[in-house]
């Protein structure tokens, strides 16, 4: 089983998300929403990291995994660990 780890700058990303949702809709429903998507597949990926989708064109082995569909977590395989690098929405602009 893999360890999780969250980069600082990929927590605050995920974190500006939720706040952001919060203030747009007044309520946290939808922000807890994505966390308990979220957990789930920082679960799935701790058993079982390489279901992600690989992405082209960067200098590490990068993959992707869509939570609700309108966000993708990027990260990478480690020996023991899985690194979360970005939290994204998908509408904007990939950072890889």
């Known amino acids: 089983m893999f360890e999780i780890k969250w980069t ?3 927590e ?3 974190l500006e998300i939720l ?3 919060i203030n ?3 309520s ?3 922000s807890l929403k994505i966390i308990e998507e979220v957990e789930r597949k920082e679960k ?3 058993h079982n990291p390489f279901i992600g989708a690989i992405i082209f064109g960067t200098k590490e082995q990068v993959r992707r995994v869509l ?3 309108n966000f993708s977590m990027h990260y990478r395989i480690n020996k023991t660990t899985v690194e979360i690098l970005s939290f994204w929405a998908n509408k ?3 950072p890889f």
């Open 92 to 94: 904007k602009d990939n």
């Open 28 to 30: 946290n429903i939808y």
């Open 24 to 26: 747009h809709n007044k």
């Open 67 to 69: 939570v609700l569909e």
């Open 19 to 21: 706040e952001y949702w």
């Open 44 to 46: 799935l990926l701790s």
């Open 8 to 10: 600082p700058e990929a």
């Open 12 to 14: 605050k990303l995920y």
